[in-house]
């Protein structure tokens, strides 16, 4: 499983990356091979807000629906669009492409909170 | 694994597979992906391992009347050499289970759901102990000992050819023989897919040996193995309808739109419940696709009109139309193909259409070509 050096995670499996006007969210490459074939990706509103672990999307594979959960709290400034009509590349290209979403977090404290590379692999070791 | 495991458990695991809890068993969900697998059955072949489904024998001087007396179908009309499809109802004409028939000269072979084996023993076992069936029919759990494996696609024929299990091209849709040395090979022309396909019994010993010889053809035929989940979604496609997700035993035949399945000729246990239910049931199970984006999943509301009118009870992305559809209990009025409801999926209403099964035109009786003669 991949898991990029430059992004910070969640412990629901999704990924974060910083960047000079807000984050980037999407889900990790464990994730996307745990649901199988994603077919729908129900994305929030431009504007929406959210308390960090709040749901704000869902994405449905052929077999299951899964939420994914604000790594921090924040207002959402943009959603991939691409994935309305190709939600397959969160499987083919998970931390590029498959992004999800970008928010602009509330508090700094929350995002000091996310794991490192380091801590989520652990993670993923306890999970397998 | 927490659950109960077929033979083939460890082909499973060398392929990659990924596993789900299903019926109480441990079995493989996907190998290269439940769309991947989905398109090989249409197009090409698949390999399955259904070896968690029940076996059970009737057996004994009284075993078909017993078999006709707990069978909603008429086990007699079919001849020795057929399967049928049937169910078993309590005396308030509830669905217990839904099953196949192998019908033998002078026993059957019902092949029961994974989830339901052993209520449908217990239920079995209590009808054979009354009279005029005590002592004279034996239930016989025969699962326990078996491996059933299912080639399924247009390619299945050619499949079964290169196998060396030509004879079975000879069968009609719905037909079985029995192979091997001992007969201990039983092949069927049946599937759960709505194409070509063919179920294969056997010895628990010989399954490893049949899916090695088939998956040697995986290369030179295309032929893909295929998990529970392609399964349901191909099931989905032809409107073929799973027990515990869209009937159960709070459900009668009718509103099932099985009661094709059901004789109303004969004596059989259900028969005066459904007798007085029959035509007046207020809901049916239908098909219908969605119109706008989304999943209609089991448990959403259905409405029409703002109003709600039933519930889905399964649904998917149909890989084959690349659209949602899904099945759905609505009130019999709201039931013609062609009528708009809405399904409420996350507490927004998607527009959906009620519409004919099967989605997908259902080739099982299509005539099989040999590519060599006999």
Same mark, same amino acid.
């Given at each position: 499983?991949?898991?990029?050096?430059?992004?910070?995670?969640?412990?629901?499996?999704?990924?974060?990356?910083?960047?000079?006007?807000?984050?980037? +969210?999407?889900?990790?490459?464990?994730?996307?091979?745990?649901?199988?074939?994603?077919?729908?990706?129900? @994305?929030?509103?431009?504007?929406?807000?959210?308390?960090? #672990?709040?749901?704000?999307?869902?994405?449905?594979?052929?077999?299951?629906?899964?939420?994914?959960?604000?790594?921090?709290?924040?207002?959402?400034?943009?959603?991939?669009?691409?994935?309305?009509?190709?939600?397959?590349?969160?499987?083919?290209?998970?931390?590029?492409?498959?992004?999800?979403?970008?928010?602009?977090?509330?508090?700094?404290?929350?995002?000091?909170?996310?794991?490192?590379?380091?801590?989520?692999?652990?993670?993923?070791?306890?999970?397998? | 694994?927490?659950?109960?495991?077929?033979?083939?458990?460890?082909?499973?695991?060398?392929?990659?597979?990924?596993?789900?809890?299903?019926?109480?068993?441990?079995?493989?969900?996907?190998? =290269?992906?439940?769309?991947?697998?989905?398109?090989?059955?249409?197009?090409?072949?698949?390999?399955?391992?259904?070896?968690?489904?029940?076996?059970?024998?009737?057996?004994?001087?009284?075993?078909?009347?017993?078999?006709?007396?707990?069978?909603?179908?008429?086990?007699?009309? &079919?001849?020795?050499?057929?399967?049928?499809?049937?169910?078993?109802?309590?005396?308030?004409?509830?669905?217990?289970?839904?099953?196949?028939?192998?019908?033998?000269?002078?026993?059957?072979?019902?092949?029961?759901?994974?989830?339901?084996?052993?209520?449908?023993?217990?239920?079995?076992?209590?009808?054979?102990?009354?009279?005029?069936?005590?002592?004279?029919?034996?239930?016989?759990?025969?699962?326990?000992?078996?491996?059933?494996?299912?080639?399924?696609?247009?390619?299945?024929?050619?499949?079964?050819?290169? &196998? #060396?299990?030509?004879?079975?091209?000879?069968?009609?849709?719905?037909?079985?023989?029995?192979?091997?040395?001992?007969?201990?090979?039983? +092949?069927?022309?049946?599937?759960?897919?709505?194409?070509?396909?063919?179920?294969?019994?056997?010895?628990?010993?010989?399954?490893?040996?049949?899916?090695?010889?088939?998956?040697?053809?995986?290369?030179?035929?295309?032929?893909?193995? +295929?998990?529970?989940?392609?399964?349901?979604?191909?099931? @989905?496609?032809?409107?073929?309808?799973?027990?515990?997700?869209?009937?159960?035993?709070?459900?009668?035949?009718?509103?099932?739109?099985?009661?094709?399945?059901?004789?109303? =000729?004969?004596?059989?246990? $259900?028969?005066?419940?459904?007798?007085?239910?029959?035509?007046?049931?207020?809901?049916?199970?239908? #098909?219908?696709?969605?119109?706008?984006?989304?999943?209609?999943? $089991?448990?959403?509301?259905?409405?029409?009109?703002?109003?709600?009118?039933?519930?889905?009870? =399964?649904?998917?992305?149909?890989?084959? @139309?690349?659209?949602?559809? #899904?099945?759905?209990?609505?009130?019999? =009025?709201?039931?013609?193909?062609?009528?708009?409801?809405?399904?409420?999926?996350?507490?927004?209403?998607?527009?959906?259409?009620?519409?004919?099964?099967?989605?997908?035109?259902?080739?099982?009786?299509?005539?099989?070509?040999?590519?060599?003669?006999?």
């Amino acid at each position: 499983m991949k898991v990029p050096a430059d992004l910070k995670y969640t412990k629901s499996h999704e990924w974060t990356k910083v960047t000079d006007d807000g984050i980037i +969210v999407g889900i990790t490459d464990y994730a996307q091979s745990e649901m199988g074939d994603i077919v729908f990706a129900d @994305l929030p509103q431009v504007g929406a807000e959210y308390k960090k #672990g709040e749901s704000m999307a869902v994405i449905e594979s052929v077999k299951a629906v899964s939420d994914i959960y604000a790594p921090v709290g924040g207002t959402i400034i943009e959603v991939n669009e691409a994935l309305v009509d190709s939600p397959e590349l969160i499987n083919e290209d998970c931390y590029g492409e498959g992004w999800l979403l970008k928010l602009s977090p509330h508090s700094q404290a929350e995002l000091d909170e996310l794991l490192s590379p380091e801590e989520y692999e652990e993670l993923l070791e306890n999970e397998g | 694994m927490a659950g109960r495991v077929t033979p083939l458990v460890d082909h499973h695991k060398r392929l990659g597979a990924r596993f789900t809890e299903f019926g109480g068993w441990e079995m493989p969900v996907q190998y =290269s992906g439940i769309i991947d697998e989905h398109l090989a059955v249409r197009q090409g072949c698949g390999l399955f391992d259904l070896s968690h489904m029940g076996e059970v024998e009737i057996r004994g001087p009284l075993a078909l009347e017993f078999a006709q007396w707990v069978l909603t179908n008429d086990v007699l009309k &079919a001849a020795p050499g057929r399967v049928q499809y049937s169910l078993l109802c309590s005396e308030t004409g509830g669905i217990i289970d839904d099953l196949l028939v192998y019908r033998h000269p002078d026993y059957v072979t019902l092949i029961v759901n994974a989830s339901n084996t052993a209520k449908d023993l217990e239920w079995l076992l209590q009808q054979a102990n009354k009279p005029p069936y005590r002592g004279k029919v034996a239930i016989v759990n025969v699962g326990e000992e078996r491996a059933i494996l299912a080639v399924q696609g247009p390619k299945a024929p050619e499949v079964m050819e290169a &196998a #060396g299990l030509g004879e079975v091209l000879d069968l009609p849709y719905m037909a079985f023989c029995l192979l091997g040395d001992n007969g201990e090979l039983m +092949v069927s022309r049946t599937g759960y897919t709505g194409e070509i396909g063919y179920e294969l019994y056997m010895p628990a010993g010989d399954a490893a040996h049949w899916w090695e010889r088939f998956m040697m053809l995986a290369e030179p035929m295309g032929l893909k193995p +295929v998990g529970l989940g392609a399964r349901d979604t191909l099931r @989905l496609e032809m409107g073929y309808t799973l027990y515990g997700s869209d009937i159960d035993e709070s459900t009668t035949p009718w509103e099932a739109g099985l009661g094709w399945a059901v004789k109303l =000729s004969k004596e059989f246990i $259900g028969r005066d419940a459904l007798a007085a239910s029959k035509g007046r049931h207020s809901r049916l199970l239908v #098909g219908f696709v969605l119109h706008d984006r989304g999943i209609a999943r $089991g448990g959403y509301t259905v409405q029409a009109e703002g109003q709600p009118i039933g519930k889905v009870t =399964s649904g998917c992305i149909s890989p084959t @139309l690349n659209r949602a559809v #899904g099945l759905a209990y609505v009130d019999i =009025s709201r039931s013609k193909p062609g009528t708009p409801v809405q399904i409420v999926i996350r507490g927004k209403e998607a527009a959906a259409e009620i519409a004919p099964l099967p989605f997908v035109p259902s080739r099982v009786k299509d005539p099989v070509k040999r590519c060599t003669e006999k």
